[in-house]
T-cell receptor, first 110, second 114 residues
Framework: QKEVEQDPGPLSVPEGAIVSLNCTYS??????FMWYRQYSRKGPELLMY????GNKEDGRFTAQVDKSSKYISLFIRDSQPSDSATYLC??????????FGAGTILRVKS | NAGVTQTPKFRILKIGQSMTLQCTQD?????MYWYRQDPGMGLKLIYY???????DKGEVPNGYNVSRSTTEDFPLRLELAAPSQTSVYFC?????????????FGPGTRLTVT
């Protein structure tokens, strides 16, 4: 079993839709939960970060962490064509290195 | 402020050849990392460094070597290239400790071994 599971997609949605991206994990020691966005032929960039459980909102983006279910989500409201990218979840425990999911390819059609 | 830069952008190697992937950062980050990204597999950590003169293995170190003589530079050496090393290689850097989750990535090097 992989430490972090993420559906690779692709996920295709119309412009303006609400997008839900998810990851599950098996390591209960993870405390830091991140979402990185990667445009085609570019390096990943940090989009959202959450420590432990709870929600965090930044503009059209909301990150949720449910440690009891070992499940994290990223919601994108009013999706735009410019949101088309690969979204990678990443996690780490204290003193450990980041563990990345496989990434979900998102396509927002105008 | 260029961030993390990587050279070359693309390279084709023959089996058995060697090469060095260059990585430089200008953010004065202590921590630097090398990842490889294969389709559908996410990012796998090859090697990392917590400061000049200190390096350690990640998840997939076999076939690679690194050195860190300065804070800015973290080259990755491939010896005896194999087709299994065909991948996209990313260098990243971060501050130490609690901010280690915030990693800054370079644009990547696309390597093909034939």
């Amino acid at each position: 079993q992989k430490e972090v599971e993420q559906d690779p997609g692709p996920l295709s949605v119309p412009e303006g839709a609400i997008v839900s991206l998810n990851c599950t994990y098996s390591n209960s020691a993870f405390q830091y939960f991140m979402w990185y966005r990667q445009y085609s032929r570019k390096g990943p960039e940090l989009l959202m970060y959450t420590y432990s459980s709870g929600n965090k909102e930044d503009g059209r983006f909301t990150a949720q962490v449910d440690k009891s279910s070992k499940y994290i989500s990223l919601f994108i409201r009013d999706s735009q064509p410019s949101d088309s990218a690969t979204y990678l979840c990443a996690m780490k425990g204290y003193g450990n290195k980041l563990v990345f999911g496989a990434g979900t390819i998102l396509r927002v059609k105008s | 402020n260029a961030g993390v830069t990587q050279t070359p952008k693309f390279r084709i190697l023959k089996i058995g050849q060697s090469m060095t992937l260059q990585c430089t950062q200008d953010m004065n980050h202590n921590y630097m990392y090398w990842y490889r990204q294969d389709p559908g597999m996410g990012l796998k950590l090859i090697y990392y460094s917590v400061g000049a003169g200190i390096t350690d293995k990640g998840e997939v170190p076999n076939g690679y070597n690194v050195s860190r003589s300065t804070t800015e530079d973290f080259p990755l050496r491939l010896e005896l290239a194999a087709p299994s090393q065909t991948s996209v290689y990313f260098c990243a850097s971060s501050y130490p400790g609690p901010r280690e989750y915030e990693q800054y990535f370079g644009p990547g090097t696309r390597l093909t071994v034939t």
